[in-house]
């Protein structure tokens, strides 16, 4: 079974600042997905990034980037220029790849909680 | 718009009582899955579907029961065997094979009073 670690339980920076959230995951599988989701305060789930296994470039969008590290199992977060609207809890998720169907959903961490300070 | 639709947005249901989360998506998706969410957890995967009148237990689904008649429908029964259901409930979709195209709905809080 897949495991998803994020060993923040809560962070708090300055806004403008670059704040960086980590996550590891265990796997035997070789091709998968992984996903950061934001959730804030009205809980509900916004995709912020995504990152197919098999890609070696790291994904970027806008402010929200990631650094993936396939050997060492490691998908951290992250966001430039912090604006007080990314306050919210923070979910890295895993998904394995299938070629002929077979969906079974997520695998989720236990969350970080972002606080953005004015 | 397309979407996926959860009702009640808050539901109340007294201890011994079975209650019914709703789940509707008009985006011609073939999975669907209900996931559990508590303070300080992650979401939990209750069930899944991948197509029509078939389902599987996810991680967390003693207590629980779901059906599938309708593509667009997937319905979340939630037990007077389940020990502690209070909890934020969410419901997902996605077009199947794996979860990149997954959509969330806004979910349902479950309190038993």
């Known amino acids: 079974a897949q495991t998803v670690t994020q060993s923040q339980p809560e962070m708090s920076v300055q806004e403008a600042e670059t704040v960086t959230l980590s996550c590891t995951y265990d796997?035997?599988?070789?091709?998968?997905?992984l996903f950061w989701y934001k959730q804030p305060p009205s809980r509900q789930m916004i995709l912020v990034i995504r990152q197919e296994a098999y890609k070696q470039q790291n994904a970027t969008e806008n402010r929200f980037s990631v650094n993936f590290q396939k050997a060492a199992k490691s998908f951290s977060l992250k966001i430039s220029d912090s604006q007080l609207g990314d306050t919210a809890m923070y979910f890295c998720?895993?998904?394995?790849?299938?070629?002929?169907?077979?969906?079974?959903?997520?695998?989720f961490g236990k969350g970080t909680h972002l606080i953005i300070q004015p | 718009d397309g979407g996926i639709t959860q009702s009640p947005k808050y539901l109340f249901r007294k201890e011994g009582q079975n209650v019914t989360l709703s789940c509707e998506q008009n985006l011609n998706h073939d999975a669907m899955y209900w996931y559990r969410q508590d303070p300080g957890q992650g979401l939990r995967l209750i069930y899944y579907s991948q197509i029509v009148n078939d389902f599987q237990k996810g991680d967390i689904a003693e207590g629980y029961s779901v059906s599938r008649e309708k593509k667009e429908s997937f319905p979340l029964t939630v037990t007077s065997a389940q020990k502690n259901p209070t909890a934020f409930y969410l419901c997902?979709?996605?077009?199947?094979?794996?979860?990149?195209?997954?959509?969330f709905g806004s979910g349902t809080r479950l309190t038993v009073v």
């Open positions: 997902a979709s996605s077009i199947g094979g794996s979860f990149p195209t997954g959509t």
């Open positions: 796997t035997s599988e070789n091709n998968y997905y």
């Open positions: 998720a895993f998904n394995e790849a299938y070629s002929g169907g077979g969906a079974d959903g997520l695998t």
